[in-house]
T-cell receptor
Framework: EPEVTQTPSHQVTQMGQEVILRCVPI?????FYWYRQILGQKVEFLVS????????KSEIFDDQFSVERPDGSNFTLKIRSTKLEDSAMYFC????????????FGDGTRLSIL | GDSVTQMEGPVTLSEEAFLTINCTYT??????LFWYVQYPGEGLQLLLK?????DKGSNKGFEATYRKETTSFHLEKGSVQVSDSAVYFC?????????FGAGTTVTVRA
């Protein structure tokens, strides 16, 4: 069964550094998403992406965040100048479309900011 | 905004016991509803879904019915196994995003 894959599984970065989290969505999916889960808290929506544009973003997704689909297979989340509070598990997801087509998640990248 | 409230855990059960995890939601319109499961060390996996009122989602012995009148989507399983130990998340989808509940940790003892 096709899967969403995320790399790396764990990223350790110094505060203030840039980090790029990578995802390969399921190949015939059109909608892409990033979520994060701070330890002990809810899974929170960050951003959705369709047709090379952001469809929706949350208040968390401020100017330090950006997303890109640089080629036909990858979907990336960039955090420009990381802060301690960015430490979390970041999940990528994809779906064929919204509504009754479910989102399929990767195993996540654990981001640790020192 | 849209939100999901689910039963706080942790929940500890013996094998073959009955499991219920309560989930209620607040939303404008008619969202799709989902249960996701997260096994230790893994990502979120779709367990089941329902897209309209009175739909029943089912998978691996788990069931949940979309109840518009009570805005609920409670998860049930009649006889749990040790392998069902995981964190369970209720979620709704609207406006291109999922809103999750806090998650309920379930531990099943042999």
């Amino acid at each position: 069964e096709p899967e969403v894959t995320q790399t790396p599984s764990h990223q350790v970065t110094q505060m203030g550094q840039e980090v790029i989290l990578r995802c390969v969505p399921i190949s015939n999916h059109l909608y892409f998403y990033w979520y994060r889960q701070i330890l002990g808290q809810k899974v929170e929506f960050l951003v959705s992406f369709y047709n090379n544009e952001i469809s929706e973003k949350s208040e968390i997704f401020d100017d330090q965040f950006s997303v890109e689909r640089p080629d036909g297979s990858n979907f990336t989340l960039k955090i420009r100048s990381t802060k301690l509070e960015d430490s979390a598990m970041y999940f990528c997801a994809s779906s064929k479309r919204t509504g009754n087509q479910p989102q399929h998640f990767g195993d996540g990248t654990r981001l640790s900011i020192l | 905004g849209d939100s999901v409230t689910q039963m706080e855990g942790p929940v500890t059960l013996s094998e073959e016991a009955f499991l219920t995890i309560n989930c209620t939601y607040t939303a404008t319109g008619y969202p799709s509803l989902f249960w996701y499961v997260q096994y230790p060390g893994e990502g979120l996996q779709l367990l089941l879904k329902a897209t309209k009122a009175d739909d029943k989602g089912s998978n691996k012995g788990f069931e949940a019915t979309y109840r518009k009148e009570t805005t609920s989507f409670h998860l049930e399983k009649g006889s749990v196994q040790v392998s069902d130990s995981a964190v369970y998340f209720c979620a709704l989808e609207s406006d291109y995003k999922l809103s999750f509940g806090a998650g309920t940790t379930v531990t099943v003892r042999a």
